[in-house]
């Protein structure tokens, strides 16, 4: 499994991005995939979560209602829409895949085991 995130940039207050983080390697079948951000001084926090079948999703409450993760598997790409930014979104963007075994954590950073490299999200005011 390699990740590659890009669709990161800066936008004002309000605006829209759209996160891709594609996987050259394994397919996305049975696959958890998420993402998660991260502020200088803080902790790697969650944000949005896709089951391997794609018809569970979750997402941390700060971004429900605004941002919608999805699966394209021919692509092997997920996407992460963000809308309504806030400078609060303000962040690295990190895609990450778990192996669909068990029961799996979604929101855990700790149960994934692959991870892409950051792309960073700048809102401003």
């Known amino acids: 499994v390699q990740l590659q995130a890009c669709g990161g940039g800066s936008v004002q207050t309000g605006g829209s991005l759209r996160l891709s983080c594609a996987n050259s390697?394994?397919?996305?079948?049975?696959?958890?995939m998420a993402w998660f951000r991260r502020t200088p001084g803080k902790e790697r926090e969650y944000v949005a979560a896709?089951?391997?079948?794609?018809?569970?999703?979750d997402y941390a409450d700060s971004v429900k209602g605004r941002f919608t993760i999805s699966i394209d598997s021919v692509k092997n790409t997920v996407y992460l829409q963000m809308n309504s930014l806030k400078p609060s979104d303000t962040a690295a963007y990190y895609c990450?895949?778990?192996?669909?075994?068990?029961?799996?954590?979604?929101?855990?950073?700790?149960?994934?085991?692959?991870w892409g490299q950051g792309t960073l999200v700048t809102v401003s005011s």
């Open positions: 896709i089951s391997w079948s794609g018809d569970i999703t």
């Open positions: 390697g394994r397919t996305f079948s049975r696959l958890h």
């Open positions: 990450a895949a778990a192996a669909a075994e068990g029961s799996v954590r979604l929101w855990v950073p700790g149960e994934y085991k692959y």
